[in-house]
């Protein structure tokens, strides 16, 4: 069964760090580009970053670039977020997302979700 | 960097109605194009992908259609466990962007 599990969220206070981890399972998962997705407390979806399948390319939304990194272990299956200089404005459910299509590119449907972890940023 | 916009953002129709969301890509997004059902509480899922593609194990039901800019989310016949919100996200290229959502429920 495809799977992605993420963990590392929490409460954490503004300017602080956090790095969240995306455990998947069922797949290959160096074939795959992934994304980070995050859903603030009752509001719509923003995509946050991606990676390629190599981890060659990254790419950022305005409102994280120069204060998160993604990356990625394909030795380990892992997907990781690391997310510093927190802001109140961070505070939401982190997704991360498999690509649809294998060896396709970097930007595509997501047709796996994980559960998401909640990063709360507040003092 | 292009904008996605949905109409309406809410909306309450009868069990059995026919439903119509619509997507607007601020430029031409090809046949770049997904829609995602939420339910309440829940992980989003996919439902259409390259604008009209079904997702495998999708109701059909649901279809999608449009190129461009201008695209469309129909429930051809609006069922109780369809009550959620429904977004569209183009993915041609970065930044991956999501539009603001559309809440469906029953009347």
């Known amino acids: 069964e495809v799977q992605l599990l993420e963990s590392g969220g929490g409460l954490v206070q503004p300017g602080g760090s956090l790095r969240l981890s995306c455990a998947a399972s069922?797949?290959?998962?160096?074939?795959?580009?992934m994304s980070w997705v995050r859903q603030a407390p009752g509001k719509g979806l923003e995509w946050v970053s991606a990676i390629s399948g190599s981890g060659g390319s990254t790419y950022y939304a305005d409102s994280v670039k120069g204060r998160f990194t993604i990356s990625r272990d394909n030795s380990k299956n892992t997907l990781y977020l690391q997310m510093n200089s927190l802001r109140a404005e961070d505070t939401a459910v982190y997704y991360c997302?498999?690509?649809?299509?294998?060896?396709?590119?970097?930007?595509?449907?997501?047709?796996?979700w994980g559960q998401g972890t909640m990063v709360t940023v507040s003092s | 960097d292009i904008q996605m916009t949905q109409s309406p953002s809410s909306l309450s129709a009868s069990v059995g109605d026919r439903v119509t969301i619509t997507c607007r890509a601020s430029?031409?997004?090809?046949?770049?194009l997904a829609w995602y059902q939420q339910k309440p509480g829940k992980v989003p899922k996919l439902l259409i992908y390259?604008?009209?593609t079904l997702q495998s194990g999708v109701p059909s039901r649901f279809s999608g259609s449009g190129s461009g800019t201008d695209f469309t989310l129909t429930i051809s016949s609006l069922q109780p466990e369809d009550v959620a919100t429904y977004y569209c996200?183009?993915?041609?290229?970065?930044?991956?962007?999501f539009g603001p959502g559309t809440k469906v429920d029953i009347k």
């Open positions: 997302a498999k690509n649809y299509l294998p060896h396709y590119g970097d930007f595509d449907a997501f047709d796996i």
């Open positions: 996200q183009k993915y041609n290229s970065a930044p991956v962007t």
């Open positions: 069922g797949f290959t998962f160096s074939s795959y580009a």
């Open positions: 430029q031409g997004i090809s046949n770049y």
């Open positions: 390259a604008a009209s």
